[in-house]
């Protein structure tokens, strides 16, 4: 096995074992909330404990990418990053390793019952909202200036 393949390995069954597990985030993608190398603690979460707003850590071939849930649906969740408005993912319940409940930053923790931590949930999912109410509202223009073009009065021809 490759050498990252083997530590996801081992970094899954950490989690199963102890029920928390140490996650370094990396790049951009959840800025200004997380930043590279930050460390993010993940706890195992029960399928039903999942909210959105949560973060939540998942398995994608050997890397764990951290993303905000912004909705529940079966068995999948939507997730997205703060930073990157036009992605989304989805991601089945077998995937998800667990919720991030700390952030490491400079030797100073921030537990998710923290206020910092749900100003920045609310921060996350307003700005999805907006994004969401944004493309809405571009779709239902598209749709309504083609309904236009097709039903001008003026251009029918008269009687």
């Known amino acids: 096995m490759k050498q990252d393949a083997v530590k996801g390995v081992a970094q899954g069954l950490q989690l199963l074992r102890s029920h928390q597990m140490d996650v370094r985030f990396h790049g951009d993608s959840m800025l200004p909330f997380l930043y590279d190398g930050d460390r993010v603690i993940v706890e195992a979460v029960d399928w039903n404990d999942i909210r959105v707003g949560d973060l939540i850590a998942y398995r ?10 912004v909705r529940r649906g079966g068995d999948s ?3 997205w990053c703060d930073n990157w408005p ?3 993912f989805r991601v089945r319940r077998e995937q998800v390793l667990g919720r991030a409940i700390a952030r490491e930053r400079d030797g100073t923790r921030l537990h998710r019952s923290d206020g910092e931590w749900n100003a920045a949930t609310d921060r996350g999912l307003a700005i999805f909202r907006r ?4 493309r809405t509202l571009k779709t239902v223009r598209i749709a309504a200036g083609r309904l236009l073009r097709l039903c001008r009065p003026w251009a029918r021809p008269a009687r």
């Open 60 to 69: 994608l071939e050997d890397k764990f990418p951290t993303r905000r849930v």
């Open 77 to 79: 969740l939507l997730l």
């Open 86 to 88: 036009d992605l989304r």
């Open 131 to 134: 994004w969401r109410a944004r």
